[in-house]
């Protein structure tokens, strides 16, 4: 059975793409490098990609493929041989690459992708080349000028050490561009041309990765770290967090001095009981929609597994800085293993619930996530296979994603299940729930649920807001954010804060005679998700150039998706932050 475990597991892995450390190729002289063209796309919606060769370009008669990762597949690459005859450690100056006659279509095809300012990568040697397709001037008020220009001449800059290529670019600037002016006549014949230097280098192989990350010249916004607001906000939330840990340990005290008085000492005092202490007949009655519950802290937990993981794993350097799409597939393998997880926590609990169905509770509990992120991803990947780009996943790609789900995924879930129903023992709650329910007193605005959610939204949303910009810049931009060790602190406080903010409301509730704090308390904190999208609009208009409906589709689709994991994760962490607060407040009383 572990045998069988640890196949499927390393089969997985090789699923990855393979890291730029790995073996490179070895040439001898005079052997043919092979450039791939891969994608085209505007410069500002780094998720809206096209195959190179929908450009008029040149091209081969016959289109060759390369096969690719998974990774790269979700990353948008789709590789083909280009014309371009390059040989190792060859010079080559001003070869033609093809002459084209371009019609007025194709004109008016090219000018559109220069206004969108359309970028170009190849690939070689697993290293991306990047450079524009052409150029456009807008100068002056009045007349208003606006002149576009296309690229026609590549210049292949590549380092070797030995026989190994370590570091390559293109340039497009070194010849002058053609206009492509209103005046010109259809069909207008081009001659593109090319040429390559080749340059010793003494950085080895093994070095050629860090080389590559610092080159990257053509995607120059580098992160500006703002390491003084990330440290003030983080000194902001361990002073919150203190107080609040603080001042809930002095007003418990106080609860438990007043609460654990004997009888003769209490009618001194002439108090008449109200707070926490006189609803232990109630704080442990099982909520409603306990299949529901149970599910969303089982796909919490995969959830807060997952996370973790994957941060860990990228502090240890395991993934592929280039590209989006070595994450990508980690996270895919990861749910699918993880998914044991879920369906443990959520059957265990739900048997410790006195609930019954627990083939429903499962069912539930595998769609929870599965089914809205199909939806969002049927949706988003039919626009962008209208659109005809590269982001449209391929059909065998599709396939393979269903497979690892069904054959991966979903029985692991059912697995997890069984052994969390079987495993599952009493709920063991410190006070006995009698069978009528006291009345809830009515609360002013102030303490109702609705202010609970905003407050406990809000806070753990502040202690990661400074973060969120370079997330978002990331995922969704051209940055590149290396920093894990400090995603991995900012991950540690976001969850300790939930914690903290749930307690203190879930005790808010509590005083309050509000027993019905099993629902509260998932979505008191899980509100933060509700912040982030609030955020994500913001990021949008404010912050990225992104337009157009394919990109648009793409950010929202998924933003909100990423949203209600956060909210899955929070609310799953806030409830049983709340949970064991709770058994400790009601295991400490004495009870009459
Ligand atoms: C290509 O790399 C060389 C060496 O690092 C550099 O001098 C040149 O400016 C680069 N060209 C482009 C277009 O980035």
Redesign the pocket.
């Known amino acids: 059975m572990a045998t069988v475990a640890l196949a499927i597991f390393v089969a997985l892995f090789s699923l990855l793409p393979p890291s730029l450390s790995a073996k490179g190729h070895h040439y001898k002289p005079g052997d043919n490098v092979v450039i791939y063209v891969n994608k085209v796309g505007p410069y500002f919606n780094p998720h809206e990609t096209y195959h190179y060769y929908q450009l008029p370009v040149c091209r081969p008669d016959k289109v060759e493929t390369r096969s690719l990762t998974l990774g790269e597949i979700l990353d948008g690459d789709r590789m083909a041989v280009s014309l371009y005859d390059v040989n190792f450690g060859q010079q080559v100056d001003n070869k033609e690459l093809c002459t084209m006659k371009l019609t007025t279509d194709y004109i008016e095809q090219l000018k559109e992708a220069i206004e969108d300012l359309y970028y170009f990568e190849f690939v070689v040697e697993d290293i991306p080349l990047r450079?524009f397709v052409g150029h456009f001037e807008e100068s002056g008020f009045i007349p208003h000028t606006h002149k576009l220009y296309l690229w026609v001449h590549h210049?292949f800059?590549l380092?070797f050490n030995d026989d190994q290529i370590i570091?390559?670019?293109?340039?497009?600037?070194d010849k002058q561009p053609v206009s492509l002016d209103d005046t010109i006549i259809a069909p207008l014949e081009i001659r593109f041309t090319y040429s390559v230097s080749w340059?010793e280098t003494k950085t080895t192989y093994a070095q050629r990765a860090s080389k590559l990350i610092k080159?990257n010249?053509?995607f120059p916004k580098t992160l500006e770290v703002h390491w003084l607001s990330i440290i003030n906000s983080m000194v902001l939330v361990f002073l919150l967090l203190g107080f609040v840990v603080i001042i809930l340990m002095r007003v418990l005290k106080n609860d438990f001095a007043r609460y654990n008085l004997d009888e003769d000492e209490v009618e001194d005092l002439d108090q008449d009981e109200n707070g926490w202490k006189i609803i232990h007949t109630d704080v442990f009655r099982f909520p409603p929609y306990k299949t529901l519950l149970c599910a969303i802290l089982g796909v919490g937990s995969q959830f807060l597994t997952l996370a973790t993981s994957i941060l860990v794993m990228a502090m240890l350097g395991m993934f592929n800085v280039h590209h989006h799409g070595s994450m990508n597939t980690a996270a895919i393998l990861i749910y699918a293993l993880t998914s044991c997880i879920s369906g443990y926590v959520s059957s265990n609990f739900y048997r410790k619930l006195s609930g019954d169905n627990w083939v429903w509770n499962i069912v539930l509990t595998s769609c929870l996530f599965a089914v809205p992120f199909f939806m969002i991803w049927s949706i988003v990947n039919t626009v962008a296979w209208a659109y005809d780009s590269t982001q449209a996943l391929p059909f065998t790609t599709i396939l393979l994603l269903l497979m690892i789900w069904l054959l991966i995924g979903y029985p692991l879930t059912v697995i997890g299940g069984i052994l969390g129903k079987n495993m599952a023992e009493t709920f063991d709650a410190p006070c006995r729930t009698k069978n009528i329910a006291r009345e809830i007193p009515v609360v002013p605005w102030y303490r109702s649920g609705f202010m609970h959610c905003i407050i406990g939204g809000f806070l753990p949303f502040s202690a990661i807001s400074v973060e969120l910009y370079y997330i978002f810049a990331t995922l969704w931009g051209r940055e590149q954010y290396t920093l894990y060790g400090i995603l991995f602190v900012v991950y540690g406080i976001l969850l300790s804060v939930t914690a903290c903010i749930s307690i203190a409301l879930t005790y808010f509730q509590l005083s309050n005679e509000d027993y019905r704090w099993w629902w509260r308390s998932i979505f008191s904190a899980g509100s933060t998700g509700f912040f982030v999208f609030l955020y994500a609009i913001f990021y949008y208009y404010k912050r990225s150039s992104m337009s157009g409906a394919l990109q648009t589709m793409e950010f929202f689709g998924y933003t909100m998706l990423a949203c209600y994991v956060f909210f899955l994760m929070l609310g799953t962490v806030s409830f049983f932050a709340s949970l064991k607060f709770i058994r400790y407040i009601y295991v400490n009383l004495k009870m009459d």
């Open positions: 450079g210049h800059h380092e570091y390559a670019n293109v340039s497009t600037r340059h080159d010249s053509f």
